[in-house]
């Protein structure tokens, strides 16, 4: 999911490039809120009655699903709706996805628009030559940890109530929505991770290693380590 967000977060750029704040918000509305509606009425509907006839909280057939206990129980407006809807197992879709990214979208366009002013993406330069040594491409994940650790303490990893999203939390994404528009502002970044690819990809293997070596030693001692430390999402189809 964080490679979806950085992508997202270039795609943003080129997108606002070529149009004004208006523009981007209407094809953010097309985009995005169009499937993320369709979704709601056609498919999330099908899934939520497969879901609760399998584990048997309802007996009946689809239409009658449909127009009672769908509405009344499992659509994401009843009384029972809260932010972390879109992101439980209960669904198994990932519409949470399309909605919270319209919603980055609308809430740094403005910086985002102010930020590609030429006057702007020049001071970015100052970034890039910090950026520019080998491994300091790195330091952009400093943001993302501080945030990921300050965004609900305090969980480190996974918070329970939001292990849903993709094993990360909500602003978390947001921090990669916006260091990858960053990046994308000056193509010198892209130099940058040139040069330290190898580097992170060593690191990549190496705290792999560390994970799953953390993870084999709680078995083989039989002794469970703090959840809120060690906790690893569920999977989520």
Known sequence: MPLFFVISGISAYFSLARRSVSQFTKERV???????VVG??????????YHAVSIGDFAGGFIQFTSGPYFTKFFPFSPNFSLTFFAGPDQGIYLWYLFWLFIFSVITVQFFKWLATGENRNKLSNLYTICSRRGGILLLAIPIVLVNIAAVPPYFIVPSLLSGYGGWKLPTYLVFFITAYVMACNPRFEESVEKSRMLALLLGILFSFLWIGAFLTRKLIG???????????????
């Open 30 to 36: 097309q985009r995005l809120m169009l499937p993320f």
């Open 40 to 49: 709601l009425l056609i498919i999330l509907p099908v899934d939520a009655y």
């Open 223 to 237: 002794r469970e380590w703090p959840a809120t430390i060690f906790r690893c999402p569920p999977f989520r189809h």
